[in-house]
């Protein structure tokens, strides 16, 4: 019996029926048995904020982090905001890499994909996310799919 891997996968956008969410349900539907693609909801962490880097920090942060560490592998999955990543997954990914030093995201391999109704897509923001990988040394996977 082949190992399940676990991914799990970041949502840009907090929209209920956002075009990235329905994309995240769809994946997860049609992955084969080997990958468990779990959507990390990210809408509820506070806003990054490093006086909270106490003993005693917020506990959706806690939870948030414990779950990346467990990931096998990230999937980012996001919309573009004015030629960039929404602040939300920005947020999320900043929660993630801290405290210096003891970053969740290190050595993990990440996945991007995202759509928009534009001409460019989401392009920017997956240039974004691929420039974040060096910093958080993470490995960038290519997917091969193209959406038209």
Request: zero cysteines; hydrophobic letters at 50%.
């Given at each position: 019996m082949s190992a399940v891997h676990d991914v799990a996968v970041l949502?840009?956008?907090?929209?209920?029926?956002?075009?990235?969410?329905?994309?995240?349900?769809?994946?997860a539907e049609l992955a084969p048995p080997?990958?468990?693609?779990d959507i990390v909801e990210i809408g509820n962490l506070p806003h990054y904020n490093q006086d909270?880097?106490?003993?005693?920090?917020?506990?959706?942060?806690?939870a948030y982090r414990d779950r990346m560490r467990r990931a096998d592998a990230v999937l980012?999955?996001?919309?573009?905001?004015?030629?960039?990543?929404?602040?939300?997954?920005?947020?999320?990914?900043?929660w993630a890499s801290r405290?210096?030093?003891?970053?969740?995201?290190?050595?993990?391999?990440?996945?991007?994909?995202?759509?928009?109704?534009?001409?460019g897509g989401t392009v920017r923001a997956q240039t974004q996310l691929r420039?974040?990988?060096?910093?958080l040394n993470m490995?960038?996977?290519r997917l091969g799919l193209a959406l038209k």
């Open positions: 949502i840009g956008s907090l929209r209920k029926e956002s075009f990235s969410r329905k994309i995240a349900l769809a994946l080997s990958l468990k693609l909270l880097e106490t003993a005693s920090p917020p506990a959706e942060w806690v980012f999955v996001t919309p573009e905001y004015n030629h960039g990543i929404p602040a939300v997954l920005k947020n999320a990914i900043d405290p210096v030093g003891d970053s969740a995201w290190n050595g993990k391999p990440m996945a991007i994909m995202g759509a928009a109704n534009a001409q420039m974040y990988a060096v910093p490995y960038v996977l």
